[in-house]
């Protein structure tokens, strides 16, 4: 997709879930929308239960540590 260079892309797995979201497309307030399995297959991107981590590494795939908690809470 017109990125100067190719982006580690990660989507949450909850993003599957809507028929449509809203992504950047490069331009303060420029949007594109389109479904998340064509923003995907777009931009190579992997799909995961994207988290946090209280220590401050990246927290994407965590192995149940107590100091990580997902975006939405539910960890």
């Not at 946090?52 to 939405?72: H, L």
Request: glycine letters at 14%; hydrophobic letters at 35%.
């Amino acid at each position: 997709m017109g990125q100067k260079k190719p982006l580690v892309t990660v989507l949450h797995l909850s993003a599957m879930s809507y028929s449509t979201i809203f992504v950047s497309a490069g331009r303060r307030g420029l949007e594109l929308e389109l479904s998340p399995r064509d923003l995907a297959d777009l931009t190579g991107a992997s799909l995961a239960e994207i988290c946090q981590s209280g220590v401050g590494g990246n927290g994407v795939f965590p192995t149940g540590a107590e100091e990580y908690s997902c975006i939405d809470g539910s960890f």
